[in-house]
Every structure is written in C-alpha cells, then in structure tokens.
C-alpha cells in the first residue's frame, strides 16, 4: 500500500505559514495517507438534475439524497465531493467524512448549441469557512471550468482567484476542467485537448484535477494517451472522472489502467457508485479504494466488490 509522510507532502509557497499544518493535514484526509485521490463526486442533483438518481437502470435508493451520505460514511472514501447546502443539510449525521465542497454548478438544461456553458460561483468562501468553524470536516474546494467556452476568461479568473484563497486557509483545491462550448466541438476528449486542461489546472495551482479519460488515437489506448496529460499536469495530481454506470469489472479494469499506465493519482467517480443499491455501492468504494489507495490488482478488486474478500484501512 502506498503510503507518504507528512514531510513529503509538496505544500505550496501560496498556503500561508500559520495554515501549513492544516493544508497537510487536509492533504492527507484527503488522500488517507497515500498522495492519492478517491473523490466520491456527488454534485450530479445540480449537473444532471434528477436525471442520475431516478429512472431505469438506478437504484430506488438513489432517489433519496441521504443515501450518498450513507455510501461515503459506511464505505471507502477520500473525500465527498458536493454543493455547500447540500452538505449543510446532513453533514451533521455524518460527522467522520471529509467533504469537499463545490463552489460553482449549473444544470444541463441550457445546450452548448444555444449558449456556451458558464458556471458561476454560487456562494463566497467565507460561507464554507463558516461551516468549518462549526465542525463541518471541510478539507477542500472543487471549482468547475469550461476551457473553450465564450465565459473561459470569467471561470479562470474565479478559479484563480479562489484557489488562491483557499490555500491561504490551508483547504485544497479539485478543479473539474471540462473542455466543451462551440470553440471546442468534437475535440472534447482529444488527447492534446485533455493534456492542455491539465497543465491549465496547473497553472492555476490547483491541488488536484478532474478530466475525463482522452480517446484512443494513433495507435495509443486512452490510457496511454492520458499519460501525457498526468505529465502536463506535473505536481498537480490528475485523476479521471468515472462517467455513466458500467459493470464494475470493466469499470476497475478501466481504472487501474489509467492509474498504472496513464500515471494518474486517483479517481472521481458519482454515477458508477451511487446509482448502486447501498451494498453494493458501499463494496465497490472497496474495490476502487482497494486499486486506488492500496495498488490491488483488478482480480482482487473484482474480489471485494462480489464480496469474496474485504477492504478496509
């Protein structure tokens, strides 16, 4: 199992001194102790509204939004990823989890075909500062930019601006980067399309950041491919989003490729687990975290997610 100390984690010269030890200390909550990252994305009721927790193919569970809470409490998680108020309203019950709370949203009700997507700062960082003063186990921010869209420059220099802030609280930073608007077309997920974002996130100093996987293309596996981002991102850790719900095999296959071969340092992944019934969304945070945070092969993965075998740290 990988593992660092805390004299190993590379805290940025923009993280003020008094907020060094808690800049650490979220790292590592974070990352439980490893510099990797399992983010249990849940800020899927703003971005695809209800769309991801009801219908066909998801769990009746899903529905109820406490049974994200419940998955991130009784599984294997990094961090929880998701809107202020919406960790507002249950963090209380679920005071063990590490949240990261997503400062920006918006919904996919308006189409790059009728406007470029924009994604403005829903609320300022003193209202998350405040929730942590409370005892909301707060360890970072996640911020969402559209590189490509028409409104580019406004995200980039909120990004900017708030990863700047939150390091001088001593919180980390996941940036979504996203490229897509009428600029960008069917480049979304090309390989020098992906690497661009992750050396965008980088610039930016953001901690960690989220890209979807890059095609195949010339001859090279999308694993092979997202290699060249995780280089462009340098110190910036690059995890991969997990996209829609597939068998969990796959899934894990997928993800332990792009960890060992694309050099990526984690994972972020919503629908695949929370569209799950709590039992097996709960194994198959095991089985992630089992790749993820403890570098287990697929076949005991597979193992823990069927239950055949247990993960825990």
Known sequence: MPKITRDQVKVPVDVLVDAREAYIDNYMAATRGTGRLMLFACDQK????NGDFYGEGIDVADLDPEHLFKIADQGVCGVMAGQRGLIARYAADYPDVNYLVKMNSKTNLVKTSQDDPYSGQLHDLEAVLAMREAGVNIVGLGYTLYLGSEYESTMLSEAGQLIAEA??????????IYPRGKAVGDREKAPETIAGAAGVALCLGADFVKVNPPVASDGKTSAENLAVASAAAGRTGLVCAGGSTVDAPVFLSQLHDQIHIGNAVGNATGRNIHQRSLDEAVRLTKAISAITLADASVEEAVKVFDGE???SL
Not at 46 to 49: L, Q, S
Not at 167 to 176: D, K, S, T, Y
Request: aromatic share 12%.
């Open 46 to 49: 703003v971005e695809h509204m």
């Open 167 to 176: 390091h001088a609280q001593g919180l980390i930073v996941v940036l979504w």
């Open 309 to 311: 075998a247990d993960f």
